[in-house]
């Protein structure tokens, strides 16, 4: 250190005073002898004192003089520079103060990961929990079959106690219980739309317009009543029962689920012909739920048919006095899924048709061979079964009896009246 006072004891023997032309402070040499030590005012602590949190670097050497001026600052400050004193202290607090926020850093680390893996745990318990709870409420059902069921169909026969009674079609129907039917498809009237738990208004409307427009093709177009195409009707059909739509129509059979009438009416064209093209209709159409993704709709409705015989003179005026009503009761179950309303499609569920004049023993199952105006029916009364047989039940033909006041009344003979 740079200070011009000579050890207390004086230089030590053999030390030269100075060396011509050189500066005495500069060239004499720092001699830490023990009169050097005694005299200095200051002590360095030992590591084991320096490890208090605010223990100073040094302190001041007991028994000093009691006139002692106390430190010179400048050599006091030489001093420490020259041992760093200055810097160790600090650089000892900030070790022990960096130690002691690694210790702390690292105790909230374990202490957060220790809390982290407990809610982990938790949470896959509860998880756990809530799975077998719901499980044992509500075991898993495999989704239903989402294809289309075959149509169901049901067929009655009416058959007459009398003769089929005859005449011009406005007398006939004037004198009939169509009388205040409308023709045609203003006969079909739709019911007020209210929407449901799960469809729309809008979706309700449409699948009412698709049953009506699937009962006017199917029952009141006159190309499809008298032999014509088919296609218009298929086009409403849910595609999942199109193999049964084409059986019925191409091999039809008593069997409850391949009979043309169950889809259409279609009459012989080889025996029977419309003596009137506007047919009477009159009935309702009700929608409400199947289920959450189902929509039912089911139509009761009686269609009256002004009949004559085939012949080459078609039209209605070529009826005369010969033309002859047929009623067909038919009620049809329809079902609509979402994709259904989507593409104007309807599943038809079941169809149960009541037809006549016809004889007891008719096959309803294709064409229909009504009974025309003059005929009687050959039997009355319904045919055998047999439990033992082997054809399925459905098979088995029904017949009822045609009520007299379902079929317009005789006309009285004009000579019978005078007196």
């Not at 093709?217 to 195409?229: C, E, F, I, M, Q």
């Given at each position: 250190m740079a200070?011009?006072?000579?050890?207390?004891?004086?230089?030590?023997?053999?030390?030269?005073?100075?060396?011509?032309?050189?500066?005495?402070?500069?060239?004499?040499?720092?001699?830490?002898?023990?009169?050097?030590?005694?005299?200095?005012?200051?002590q360095e602590l030992s590591a084991h004192e320096r490890m208090g949190d605010d223990t100073p670097a040094v302190r001041r050497r007991p028994g000093a003089e009691a006139n002692d001026p106390g430190p010179v600052p400048d050599l006091d400050a030489e001093y420490?520079?020259?041992?760093?004193?200055?810097?160790?202290?600090?650089?000892?607090?900030?070790?022990?103060?960096?130690?002691?926020?690694?210790?702390?850093?690292?105790?909230?680390?374990?202490?957060?990961?220790?809390?982290?893996?407990?809610?982990?745990?938790?949470?896959?318990?509860?998880?756990?929990?809530?799975?077998?709870?719901?499980?044992?409420?509500?075991?898993?059902?495999p989704p239903p079959d989402a294809r289309a069921a075959p149509l169901r169909v049901t067929l009655v026969a009416l058959a007459p106690t009398g003769?089929?009674?005859?005449?011009?079609?406005?007398?006939?129907?004037?004198?009939?219980?169509?009388?205040q039917y409308r023709p045609g498809a203003a006969g079909i009237t739709l019911p007020p739309v209210r929407r449901t738990a799960h469809f729309t208004e809008g979706?309700?409307?449409a699948a009412l317009d698709t049953a009506k427009a699937f009962l006017v093709?199917?029952?009141?177009?006159?190309?499809?009543?008298?032999?014509?195409?088919?296609?218009?009707?298929?086009?409403?059909?849910?595609p999942d029962q199109f193999t049964q739509f084409d059986r019925s129509v191409e091999s039809p059979s008593a069997d409850g689920r391949h009979a043309t009438s169950g889809w259409l009416i279609r009459f012989d064209p080889a025996r029977v012909a419309l003596a009137d093209p506007g047919i009477r209709v009159r009935g309702a159409l009700q929608a409400s739920e199947a289920s959450a993704d189902v929509l039912e709709v089911?139509?009761?409705?009686?269609?009256?048919?002004?009949?004559?015989?085939?012949?080459?003179?078609?039209?209605?005026?070529?009826?005369?006095?010969?033309?002859?009503?047929?009623?067909v009761r038919r009620e049809v179950r329809f079902h609509f899924d979402r994709d259904d309303l989507r593409m104007r499609r309807a599943e038809l569920v079941t169809s149960h048709v009541q037809a006549g004049p016809v004889d007891c023993a008719a096959d309803l199952s294709g064409a229909l061979r009504p009974l025309l105006a003059g005929e009687r029916p050959t039997s009355t009364t319904p045919p055998t079964a047999d439990p033992f047989a082997g054809t399925p039940a459905a098979a088995t033909p029904l017949?009822?009896?045609l009520p007299t006041g379902a079929a317009p009344p005789q006309p009285q003979d004009r000579g019978a009246t005078e007196p």
């Open positions: 200070g011009g006072a000579d050890p207390p004891d004086g230089t030590p023997d053999g030390t030269p005073e100075g060396l011509p032309g050189r500066d005495e402070d500069q060239d004499r040499p720092v001699v830490f002898d023990e009169s050097f030590i005694r005299a200095a005012r200051l420490e520079y020259a041992y760093d004193l200055h810097h160790r202290h600090w650089r000892s607090s900030r070790r022990r103060s960096r130690g002691r926020r690694r210790r702390a850093g690292a105790a909230r680390h374990a202490i957060g990961s220790r809390v982290g893996a407990l809610i982990l745990v938790l949470l896959v318990a509860t998880v756990f929990a809530v799975a077998i709870h719901l499980g044992s409420r509500y075991p898993y059902q003769p089929v009674s005859g005449g011009r079609p406005a007398d006939l129907f004037a004198r009939s219980p169509a009388a979706q309700v409307m093709r199917s029952a009141l177009d006159p190309d499809t009543v008298t032999g014509g195409s088919t296609r218009p009707v298929r086009l409403l059909v849910d089911t139509a009761d409705h009686t269609y009256t048919y002004a009949l004559r015989p085939a012949g080459p003179d078609a039209g209605p005026d070529a009826a005369g006095d010969r033309a002859s009503l047929f009623t017949c009822a009896t």
